[in-house]
């Protein structure tokens, strides 16, 4: 995969087009994020339609990018901003500001078309934020 159009597929991400998902991923897609495990185009559009993008604002930086014929992987940052307060959330409760930061590298393997069919990701660190500046290192978001 090209770095261009990773970086377009994280743009698309960033702006909650959730139509990158049909554009990038294969349709019987397996995705691993510590015990966060699904499948599909529609398993990635229920985890951030429904779990992620209405309770926080995310925004994926992606500082390092590498890449060949059948993968590609990358360092990504990922800020995660509570969009109101919410007693239930995918974090738990939740205060609108509150910040939830994860730093880690990611893995995707590709399919014949330049999608992915296998995503594994692996973390350095998940750190939440309160509104008074505490913060607290949460280990495995899932």
Do not use: C
Request: proline letters at 3%.
């Amino acid at each position: 995969m090209r770095e261009e159009r990773f970086r377009e597929y994280i743009r698309r991400f960033n702006a909650e087009d959730d139509t990158a998902f049909e554009d990038y991923l294969a349709d019987d897609m397996h995705m691993k994020n510590g015990t966060l495990e699904f499948t599909g185009i529609d398993g990635m559009k229920h985890h951030y339609n429904d779990l992620i993008w209405p309770d926080f604002e995310e925004r994926l930086t992606v500082p390092r990018f590498v890449s060949d014929d059948h993968r590609a992987a990358i360092q990504m940052n990922t800020v995660f901003v509570a969009k109101h307060d919410a007693d239930q959330s995918l974090f738990g409760p939740v205060r609108k500001g509150e910040t939830f930061e994860f730093n880690g590298v990611i893995m995707y393997e590709l399919d014949d078309t330049d999608r992915f069919q296998d995503i594994l990701v692996a973390y350095n660190s998940f750190v939440h934020t309160d509104l008074d500046g505490n913060t607290r290192d949460l280990g495995i978001p899932h």
